[in-house]
């Protein structure tokens, strides 16, 4: 569900800047709450939009012209950027603005972006406007006996009709977020102090987008507007791409995060130099920031990307932060610390291990584990020659050396909500597991076939395997997922994956800039889609598992199916390619195996029950404002909680009440002497008790520690997935000519289990 809101929260993450001048600022609108200021393009920002027009409209795989019909194209995806829930503005807006639907092809192509900043700012204007109503309502009182629902997704919601029609909409959420924090039992004082901050942060966070905020939106409704996976990046954004792509930075090895006015540290990375300084710890608040011996820059109120900024730079520079200590109060003692950059690693992306022992009729099998959250690689560090550049197919090679000394019967890749990356990693990766052969196909506009090819002979692991795929896992993911698939070198577990099967490539829009002091941005293009070695496509459809597991998402909310103008699935001529192996004769006994233990694991089955609640609410879209109702279904959801806490404590039934996190029945009792210590006392992805809070209404500490209870919660898939890789290992053991059948490869030592 697309939540507007968030729009403001995220705006951070969201910024990037394209030009190296201060935003353009025009004279301040008056409102009922502060002074708005009214936001203009800059001449940098025109140009680029041009020159982006041109780029996108000759060389995009699905290249179209920039004329009237793509104005209304782009019209509708920035309104819908704007306001997707359609809370701001109103009908009349719409209308008043309506004019505009067929000229912006010729704002972009005359360098006049008024039009989108004068939408923008309207938008501003409303925002302000609901947020004041939002916290007058706050000073009265709500009928919570009244028969009123509020409907939660708004996307394909019309407009309110008027300004009576959109306070009455935003009577209603603010009346559902009273209605949250009174369930989680706060006092009315409590909830309206509460609620008025959260909605006057709401508006400082608007206060502090620029002209930059609106350009990237406005040009990213255009490039969207074409493809889905067209995106438009500014300077800073095409920089934490490239950090994401090679999991590395320089800087203090902190993690930031902006809590009110401050930027505080969340997370010190171990050994990294912020660590090693002895003086920086987790809830530290960083009030300013010196280069240097240079003076300080008071960073109170600022944006977490431009602190971010400021605390990044230069391998074995000097960085000095003035600090404010997680235990002073406001007015407590400052300390400095200076600290030399360094290169940081971002290993809590790099691929990791773990290994499941499964225990089935006295016999135990064991499963290695290799989570890879992200297709990376340095790219800069391999093109200038470093051995030892960081890359997934290295990490990966290096724990499958490790697997084989500690034994494991079978290897299962995880690669459930990897989004993707690199597409040499997804074609190297694939090697690993396959003599050597094609992997993937790729054409372009112009209808030419490449086939990426491994052409390493050899195995890494020469094992069974596996790959536990979800709804998350996308782009490189689904290559690798496909190519293991089609060679029958492996199974595929989970659930379809999203559909992604288009290539993106980056493209600098500097070259076209007219002098070195403006910065265009790039863009980050499509211009092939990939096609199966079968000949297929994983656009669209994604990768259908052999193993299914339940579906935990809908296709009208999340994956490629969800876009309106994804590109159609297709096909071409299969590659050449020997399979490896043929592992259909396995899929339908070990279905049957999984489908039958399943049946009776009550976590499973609650982990269905779940989705199944959550589809439903989903797809009634309502949701109820009468505190009597609301009361019930938090009561039946606490009820179902302390049971599930029971059993997963290692009894049938509790001896005292055990409630969720926070709950009136948890405080003052204590886990009865006999109950066994577990670690895992939740199921991975299962709801947690509603607070009513967001964000940083929440303590770090409280953060922090929900985040580790959900990292350590019981991971019933991947549970799963090593029990059906054990099945698979049993059947190859027990039945030599199956295993000769379906995996060939394997030697007569390894088909016997030895």
């Known amino acids: 569900m697309k939540k507007q809101m968030l729009m403001v929260a995220l705006a951070f993450a969201m910024s990037a800047h394209v030009v190296t001048a201060q935003p353009e600022k025009v004279a301040a609108v008056q409102t009922s709450q502060a002074a708005i200021v009214q936001l203009k393009p800059s001449v940098a920002q025109t140009q680029a939009a041009l020159w982006a027009s041109r780029v996108l409209s000759r060389y995009h795989y699905k290249a179209m012209p920039l004329d009237d019909a793509m104005s209304a194209k782009i019209y509708d995806a920035y309104f819908k950027a704007l306001d997707s829930e359609k809370l701001y503005f109103t009908q009349a807006d719409v209308d008043n603005f309506a004019p505009a639907r067929n000229k912006f092809d ?51 919601a019309p407009w309110a009709k008027n ?209 890879l959250p992200t297709f990376y690689q340095d790219f800069d560090a391999r093109r200038k020659g470093d051995k030892d550049f960081k890359s997934a197919t290295r990490d990966v090679k290096r724990i499958l050396v490790e697997l084989k000394k500690e034994k494991v019967d079978n290897v299962l890749i995880d690669l459930r909500n990897n989004g993707g990356g690199s597409l040499i990693e997804a074609v190297e990766l694939t090697g690993l597991f396959i003599d050597k052969g094609p992997v993937v196909q790729q054409r372009s506009a112009e209808g030419r076939v490449e086939v990426e090819s491994d052409t390493d002979a050899g195995l890494a692991w020469d094992g069974p395997m596996g790959v536990l795929i979800n709804r998350g896992s996308a782009s490189a993911s689904e290559i690798f997922a496909a190519a293991i698939q089609d060679y029958g070198r492996g199974l595929i577990i989970g659930e379809p994956s999203f559909g992604k099967g288009t290539v993106q490539t980056l493209i600098n829009l500097d070259r076209f800039a007219q002098n070195d002091k403006m910065k265009y941005g790039e863009l980050k293009m499509t211009i092939a889609q990939f096609f199966r070695i079968n000949g297929g496509t994983t656009q669209l459809r994604g990768v259908t598992p052999d193993i299914k597991f339940p579906v935990t998402s809908d296709d009208d909310n999340f994956g490629e199916s969800s876009y309106d103008n994804a590109l159609p699935w297709t096909q071409i001529k299969p590659a050449t390619y020997m399979p490896a192996g043929d592992l259909k004769e396995l899929f339908n006994p070990l279905q049957k195996k999984h489908d039958g233990r399943v049946a009776k694991d009550r976590d499973f089955l609650d982990i269905e029950q779940d989705i199944a609640e959550a589809l439903k609410l989903r797809k009634d879209n309502l949701i109820s404002l009468n505190e009597t109702v609301r009361r019930k279904e938090r009561e039946k959801q606490e009820a179902k909680s302390r049971l599930r806490e029971a059993r997963l404590a290692g009894k049938d039934t509790p001896d005292e009440p055990i409630a969720g996190p926070g709950s009136k029945e948890q405080r003052g009792k204590v886990p009865t002497p006999t109950a066994p210590k577990k670690t895992n006392v939740a199921l991975k992805g299962a709801p947690g008790a509603d607070d009513g809070l967001q964000g940083d209404e929440r303590s770090l500490s ?45 030697s007569p030592m390894k088909q016997n289990g030895n």
């Open 163 to 371: 300004e009576d029609e959109a306070r009455d909409l935003w009577r209603r959420r603010v009346k559902n977020d009273w209605l949250r924090l009174k369930l989680a039992g706060k006092d009315d004082k409590s909830i309206r102090e509460t609620l008025d901050k959260r909605y006057e942060g709401y508006q400082s966070r608007l206060k502090k987008l620029n002209n930059e905020d609106v350009f990237q939106m406005f040009m990213n409704a255009y490039a969207m507007a074409i493809e889905p996976h067209t995106n438009y990046l500014g300077p800073r954004s095409a920089e934490n791409f490239d950090i994401a792509m090679r999991l590395s930075l320089d800087g203090i090895g902190a993690v930031l995060q902006s809590r009110e006015d401050y930027t505080v540290i969340r997370e010190v990375v171990p050994g990294g130099p912020a660590d090693k300084s002895g003086k920086i710890k987790v809830g530290d608040r960083i009030v300013g920031v010196a280069q240097g011996n240079g003076p300080f820059t008071d960073v109170m109120g600022w944006r977490i990307d431009d602190v971010v900024q400021l605390v990044r730079g230069e391998r074995n520079s000097t960085v000095r932060l003035d600090v404010l200590p997680a235990d002073a109060g406001q007015d407590g003692k400052h300390t400095t610390v200076s600290i030399v950059r360094q290169k940081i690693s971002m290993e809590e992306q790099s691929a990791k291990k773990k290994i499941i022992e499964i225990t089935d009729n006295g016999v135990k099998r064991r499963v290695g584990v290799i989570q």
């Open 106 to 156: 010729d704002a972009i192509n005359n360098e006049d972006l008024t039009l989108p900043f004068q939408i923008y700012n309207v938008y501003q204007q409303r925002f302000y406007d609901r947020m004041a109503y939002a916290r007058e309502l706050l000073k009265g009182k709500f009928d919570f006996a009244a028969d009123e629902s509020l409907q939660i997704d708004r996307e394909k």
């Open 702 to 746: 409280a953060e922090l520690a929900a985040e580790k209870a959900a990292k350590n919660a019981k991971d019933v898939y991947l549970q799963e997935a090593a029990h059906i890789l054990a099945d698979e290992a049993v059947m190859l053991k027990a039945d030599t000519r199956m295993a000769s059948r379906t995996m060939p490869y394997l």
